[in-house]
């Protein structure tokens, strides 16, 4: 077992990896009586194309989020919720880009939860039926999402944004491509990637390490599980933008909606970790478009926003910055924010003070179980290790060189979508 002290947090974290591959990533906390355990798969929406071998597959878009539904289904009569309700233990799941997460909440039966957990998530019951009877409801998800506003200017700014890149389709799907998945694609995709070697588990909160590992690996040690030479194809995203302007017309829009999206080129700074490049470009968002920036507060003040945040994401070689405004002067708006983008500033005073909020987030964030566990899969699926050392990279963060980042930033490759009434 593999022993990880976080630094300056007073945490510990177990790390038991598994014959068959499988990784339980564990932090107990006795001061609360509650765990949480996710099961995760390192497979999502985007996932749609791969090679098994020297052979290449491509499957339907929205089959990682349909097979998070269908996973449910047990047998012809039987449901995971059913199961989870005897134990009051309440379960969900969720998939998203780059993965799928099945989890559970619970007080006590903790082994009987766990065996359940990896029992119906690694279970191969699919049929004819059952598949059928879950693209009704999925196809209605999907229109119950493409008719939501929020949503929508999400997706609309990816489409804008994304030449490539699968991000800029929705993670159910469309209707047609539900319509079309088939039983052999669920078979295919669930006995490739719902593979040990390519998923972990994470349990937090209540609970004794020796029971979690003595438990997990006798469940595994009843199953056997084909070994696959798989491999994930994602294509290469250009620095160019799909669109640099969409306006879009809704008379179901109550107030004006806007997102502004960059393209930044990564590799010019490649000398720096992506987790501490992702925090170093938070703190410049946050110093320059927060709800306690200046901009912010001058445009509160002029009642000229009802809401405007940022947001920054690694994504291979390209870096994301996009800026969310709501408001009624919402093209007035968006010109004063792409000056200020432009020509972002940071004083030392308001530096300090969010790298200080980042660092009391992060120390009080574990006594949360689902922000503790959140923190794990995130370190895991974006960055493929665990960090001992995030409280020293949150505190060497330095103003310098968060200039000399800013300072490298581009922003001529750009998107608009608006999105407004008649």
């Known amino acids: 077992m593999e022993i990880i002290n976080l630094k300056k947090v007073d945490q510990t974290l177990y790390v038991e990896t598994l014959e068959n591959g499988l990784t339980i990533y564990m932090l107990p906390n006795n001061k609360i009586s509650t765990y949480y355990l ?34 449910f289904q047990i047998s012809d009569d039987v449901s995971a919720e059913e199961l989870f309700k005897k134990y009051g233990s309440y379960i969900n799941a969720y998939t998203s880009y780059d993965q799928t997460v099945y989890e559970v909440d619970g007080s006590n039966n903790i082994k009987k939860n766990l065996n359940l957990l990896l029992d119906y998530v690694q279970n191969d019951y699919f049929t004819e039926k059952t598949i059928a009877k879950e693209k009704g409801i999925i196809i209605e998800e999907v229109r119950r999402d493409k008719n939501d506003i929020n949503r929508r200017i999400y997706l609309e700014g990816k ?39 390519n998923m972990f588990l994470v349990v937090t909160g209540n609970f004794k390490v020796k029971d979690v590992i003595e438990t997990v690996r006798s469940n595994q040690n009843n199953k056997r599980f084909e070994k696959y030479n798989v491999k994930k194809i994602h294509h290469k995203e250009p620095l160019e933008v799909e669109k640099s302007l969409v306006e879009i017309v809704d008379n179901r829009v109550e107030i004006p909606k806007a997102i ?38 001058e445009l509160k003040e002029k009642n000229m926003i009802s809401n405007m945040r ?65 923190r794990i899969i995130k370190q895991l699926i974006s960055y493929g290790k665990i960090y001992d050392n995030l409280y020293d990279i949150y505190n060497g963060i330095n103003i310098n060189k968060a200039n000399e980042i800013m300072n490298k930033l581009n922003f001529d490759n750009e998107s608009t979508v608006i999105l407004e009434k008649q």
């Open 38 to 71: 996710n099961f995760v798969c390192k497979y999502g929406s985007v996932d749609t194309e791969f090679k098994i071998g020297k052979k290449e597959y491509k499957v339907s878009d929205g089959i990682a989020h349909f097979l998070e539904h269908v996973n």
């Open 159 to 197: 489409k804008a944004l994304f030449i490539r890149n699968k991000k800029d389709r929705m993670i159910v799907g469309e209707e047609e491509d539900v319509k079309g998945i088939s039983l052999d694609e669920v078979k295919l995709v669930h006995k490739v990637f719902y593979n040990p070697s």
């Open 260 to 297: 502004i999206s960059y393209k930044i080129d990564r590799e010019k700074y490649k000398d720096i970790e992506d987790i501490e490049l992702n925090y170093y470009l938070s703190l410049i968002l946050k110093c320059n478009f927060s709800a306690s920036s200046l901009l912010y507060e």
């Open 310 to 374: 940022s947001s920054a994401d690694i994504d291979d070689n390209i870096i994301v910055i996009s800026i969310y405004i709501i408001s009624d002067k919402v093209r007035e708006v968006i010109n004063i924010v792409k000056n200020k983008i432009k020509n972002m500033t940071m004083n030392e005073s308001d530096f300090v003070r969010n790298r200080r909020a980042s660092i009391a987030n992060l120390i009080y964030g574990y006594d949360d179980m689902e922000s503790t566990t959140c």
